[in-house]
C-alpha cells in the first residue's frame, strides 16, 4: 500500500475534521477512507508500471543487442590440408587425376621399381622407418608413380598428396613425418618444357603472378634428367640481400623433379621408346612454410590454436 505521510494531501484533510461539528466528523472520516481506499488501486499500478519502466531502462543500459555475439569455434582449414587442396586444384583445373597411395608399402615399390637396385647408395638417403626386411613407411610419394602407371595405360595425368615418414631429426626445418605432392604426366611427346610450364603456373597460382621457378641440375635414380626446383622467394621477391626467409638467395627450394627415367617406364609395362613423362616431388611443409612465412616446421603440429585460427583465416 501506500506509504502514510503527514505532509500529504489525505493526512491535511483530515485534520480538517477536527474543525467540523462533532456530528459530521463520522461522516467525513468514512468519506476520506472511502476515497483512500478508492485510490491506492491506481497508485499501486502507477507505480509497478514506473518500477517495470525503470527496470527495463537499468537493462537496457546493460544489454546491448547490437554487440557483435562472440563466434563460435568453428575450427579452421589447417594450412597443410590448405596447400595439399590448391595445389590439386591447380593441377584439376588442367585435367589431372587426384590419387591417393599406401603409407605402408613394400620397397619394391618404393626403391627397386623407382630404378634403386637394393644396394644402391640412394637408398641411404631415405633414413627409412622399416616394418620388417620388405615392408616400411614410404619415406616420399613416388611409388604412386610405379602403381599408377601398372594400373592404367598411359596417358597419365596424375597428382598425388600424401603423408611420408623418414627417421629425421626434428629441428626447425624437418619432421619425421610430413607431406609431399607428386606430380606425374606421361604420353608421347611429354618434354621438360611442359614441367616447367606447368611448375611456373603452379607457383603463380599458389604464391602471386610474379613468381619464376629455377632448376638445378641434381640427380635422382628414378628421373634424367634431375633436377631441384625452386621459386622466387615469397617475402623479399627476390630482391633482399638479408632476407631471413631464403638466406639472402632470394630463391626457395620446393622439391625435386626430373624426367622420368627410362627404366621406371619399362618396369611399369611402359614403351620407353614411344613414351616419356615428367614427375616431381614437392613437400608440402616447404610450400606452407613460404606461403604463410613460417619460421619453424614443428609449428604445424604443436596444435596451437592461435596460430592455426590465425592461418585458418588467410586464403
Ligand atoms: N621422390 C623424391 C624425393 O622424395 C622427389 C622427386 C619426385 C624427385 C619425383 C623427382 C621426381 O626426394
Known amino acids: 500500500g501506500p506509504v502514510p505521510g503527514r505532509s500529504g494531501e489525505v493526512p491535511r484533510v483530515r485534520r480538517t475534521t477536527g474543525s ?7 461522516g467525513a472520516g468514512k468519506a476520506i477512507n472511502a476515497s483512500v481506499a478508492a485510490m491506492e488501486p491506481v497508485l499501486d499500478r502507477r507505480r509497478t508500471a514506473l518500477e517495470e519502466r525503470a527496470g527495463e531502462e537499468a537493462l537496457k543500459a546493460r544489454l546491448d543487442v547490437t ?112 607431406h609431399q605432392i607428386e606430380g606425374l604426366l606421361v604420353d608421347e611427346g611429354v618434354h621438360f618444357g ?29 628421373t634424367e634428367p634431375s633436377a631441384e626446383v625452386d621459386t622466387t622467394c615469397p617475402r623479399c621477391k627476390g630482391e633482399a640481400a638479408a632476407c631471413g626467409m631464403c638466406g639472402g638467395s632470394g630463391w626457395i627450394e620446393l622439391g625435386g623433379a626430373g624426367m622420368v627415367h627410362p627404366n621406371v ?9 614411344k613414351l616419356s613423362g615428367w614427375a616431381f616431388g614437392f613437400g608440402a611443409e616447404r610450400l606452407a612454410l613460404a606461403r604463410y612465412e613460417v619460421d619453424d616446421i614443428r609449428r604445424f603440429i604443436d596444435s596451437d590454436r592461435d596460430f592455426l585460427e590465425q592461418l585458418g583465416t588467410l586464403s
Open 67 to 178: 554487440f557483435p555475439a562472440t563466434p563460435a569455434a568453428t575450427g579452421s582449414i589447417h594450412p597443410i590440408r590448405r596447400i595439399v587442396q590448391d595445389v590439386c586444384e591447380y593441377f584439376e583445373h588442367h585435367g589431372f587425376a587426384v590419387v591417393l597411395g599406401n603409407e605402408i608399402e613394400p620397397d619394391y615399390y618404393t626403391f627397386d621399381a623407382l630404378n634403386i637396385p637394393p644396394d644402391h647408395p640412394a637408398r641411404e638417403g631415405f633414413d627409412s622407418f622399416w616394418i620388417d626386411d620388405h615392408l616400411l613407411l614410404r619415406p616420399h610419394t613416388s611409388p604412386i608413380q610405379v602403381r599408377t602407371m601398372k594400373l592404367h595405360p598411359a596417358p597419365i595425368a596424375i597428382v598425388a598428396p600424401g603423408r611420408c615418414f623418414r627417421r629425421d631429426a626434428v629441428d626447425a626445418r624437418h619432421l619425421f613425418q610430413f
Open 265 to 273: 617406364l619399362r618396369e611399369a609395362g611402359y614403351d620407353s621408346e
Open 20 to 26: 467540523l461539528p462533532p456530528a459530521e466528523r463520522p
Open 194 to 222: 611442359h614441367l616447367k610450364g606447368m611448375l611456373t603456373g603452379l607457383c603463380r597460382a599458389l604464391f602471386g603472378p610474379a613468381q619464376r621457378v629455377r632448376f638445378r641440375p641434381s640427380f635422382f635414380p628414378f
